[in-house]
């Protein structure tokens, strides 16, 4: 067993003034003192990965808090294994239980747990701003009116891990031709349930609350861009975003916005929490790129759960020639 330090990560002084920080402060305004002290995929409770390193997908670890027994699924629904690039799939316990939803906790191991039981019904999704017809759908009408199909994607998160998941979803895309974007629609924004009474994180006055995230709106309708709702086969389990949730495979994890209530499209670019929280080290794009690092770590590497060391992290994740020419002449140093 390979125990993964939170200094391999997070270096260490950044580690020890979120200690402080965590310590330290009361319910004060957010800015430079969170952005000097979180970053976007947590960093706290790395120590468990070593618990998920060596299970392939579909085999079982001890993981106390996961799902229901009933509720767990052993493969995808097409049967495969790997994703286009012959990466194996991360274990649907990895999956479940290790997990970034700060409205729940900022530790990873302890999400799935404070997540169990949160109301999944009734559920509605808002769809207007600019558009010609606004409508609310109710989850169910979702599920039926959308075909689900699974799409197996590497997942990124920002501070350095991956993983290898099969989603059930949607693209966007089809969904947006609904509503039927009108031309002064540029940007998509996003934004999760608030419901501080059963997500603990949100009385906290860390975070600029509720979680909003944002798509330009030709990414937003790239064939790649699903809402999902289930992986593995089965509908999604609360730790991962249910009922509905963004997936964006060539971007960093954080964009892939949890339990979305509400979807507006917009003449300008939305300001997602990350952004709001730590503009200098956060932008508006977020796409996966190993030459840009982090400003406080390298992204030239990444941990893909489940394996021992670490591996290259891929331009767009692995997705460069489906998304590149989204960003033909932009200058992805400076739109990082
Ligand atoms: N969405 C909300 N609402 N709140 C969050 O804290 N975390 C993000 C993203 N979506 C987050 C969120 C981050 S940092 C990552 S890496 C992914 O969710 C993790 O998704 P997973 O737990 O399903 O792997």
Known sequence: MVRIRSSEITPEHVYRSRRR???GIGAIALGSVASAALTACGGLGQDDLDRFAAAPAGTSVAAPEDAA???RAQQPSAGQTADELGDALTSFEAI???NNFYEFSMSKEAVARLARGFT???WTVTVGGLVNNPRTYDIDDLRKLFPQEERIYRLRCVEGWSMVIPWLGFPLGA???EVDPQSGAKYVRFETVMRPEEMPGQRDRYFPWPYVEGLR???AMHNLTILSTGLYGKQLLPQNGAPVRL???WKYGFKSIKSIVKIDLVAEQPTSLWMAAAPHEYGFYANVNPDVPHPRWSQATERRIGE???RPTLRFNGYEEEVAALYAGMDLRANY
Request: hydrophobic share 40%; charged share 25%.
């Open 247 to 249: 997936v964006v495979p």
């Open 217 to 219: 709106l030709d990414e």
């Open 308 to 310: 021992m060391g670490r």
């Open 69 to 71: 027994a009933g509720e």
């Open 120 to 122: 999944l019904s009734p």
């Open 175 to 177: 969904l947006l031709r």
């Open 21 to 23: 920080f965590m310590k």
């Open 96 to 98: 479940t239980n290790y």
